[in-house]
């Protein structure tokens, strides 16, 4: 089969990228979803995956033999309804899901503590902010500003941390700041976490790469350093531990074609993710 990415995407900063690909004998790739395989939108429902993406994705995790994640600050059930069911390891909620291939999944609750917090803080801001803007998760609680007026958007952030950091401070939460708002999360709960736990699933001699396109996938970047290779989306690579860049979801888009053709297969017979595995 002639595939249209014979020549692979230019990985700024990482030179050698490709070779290195090609000298390994198991590969992992590892996705942040908004931001890295479907664009902004101000409705977040309608942040679809840019055309042939997920077809891409399948063909990925069929030669790889399951070697493909997704981890996202979103819910699993979110990302199933916008990407559909590729079964491939998901991973929702910064690390507080994760869903099988084969369906099943396993969770983390919030502590009781962070429970009371998360209901405080959503009461702190939804008058000023309004419901429609404030997501209410499991394990965080997220503003989103996308689609405001600058300075609206600027004093709702702003109005929101005075709030959340003196009720996060005694109920184990933490702010972070994503790419459109700010969110409130409980601690502990972060990609990097989740990504390690992947990595220790996966085994040793795999070169692993982790793609993701702002600060929640910063932890990402610091947990996968001298076992892998991290990459961000974006167009300069000031304030990032991301070794590598790409400018965008299109990008991205010619990088997993060129993974398609370049990677590694994966080892025939093996099941990756062994659900008895877990604990």
Not at 40 to 69: D, N, Y
Request: include cysteine.
């Amino acid at each position: 089969m002639t595939y249209p990415y014979a020549m692979p995407a230019e990985v700024q900063n990482i030179p050698d990228f490709w070779d290195r690909l090609h000298a390994a004998c198991m590969s992992f790739l590892v996705l942040d979803y908004d931001g890295t395989i479907a664009p902004f939108r101000a409705e977040r429902m309608e942040a679809l995956p840019l055309p042939g993406i997920a077809l891409l994705l399948e063909k990925i995790r069929e030669k790889a033999q399951g070697a493909l994640a997704i981890i996202s600050g979103r819910p699993v059930s979110e990302i199933l309804c916008l990407l559909g069911d590729l079964r491939i390891m998901t991973v929702g909620g910064h690390g507080s899901e994760f869903r099988f291939p084969d369906g099943t999944m396993i969770s983390i609750d919030p502590t009781g503590t962070q429970k009371q917090g998360l209901e405080q803080a959503w009461r702190s801001i939804v008058r000023e902010a309004g419901e429609d803007r404030i997501e209410r998760k499991k394990m965080s609680l997220a503003l989103h500003t996308r689609g405001l007026d600058k300075d609206e958007a600027v004093r709702l952030e702003i109005l929101a941390r005075e709030e959340w950091d003196i009720i996060g401070s005694s109920h184990e939460l933490e702010i972070v700041k994503f790419n459109g708002g700010i969110e409130l999360r409980c601690r502990g709960i972060n990609k990097g976490d989740a990504l390690l736990r992947l990595l220790s699933h996966v085994g040793g001699d795999v070169f692993t790469v982790y793609i993701g396109d702002d600060e929640t996938d910063e932890d990402a970047f610091g947990a996968i350093e001298g076992q892998g290779v991290s990459i961000r989306v974006a167009e300069s690579g000031d304030r990032t531990r991301a070794q590598g860049l790409l400018r965008d979801v299109h990008a991205v888009k010619d990088f997993l074609g060129a993974w398609l053709v370049h990677a590694p297969a994966g080892r025939p017979g093996e099941t990756l993710w062994k659900r008895e595995d877990w604990r």
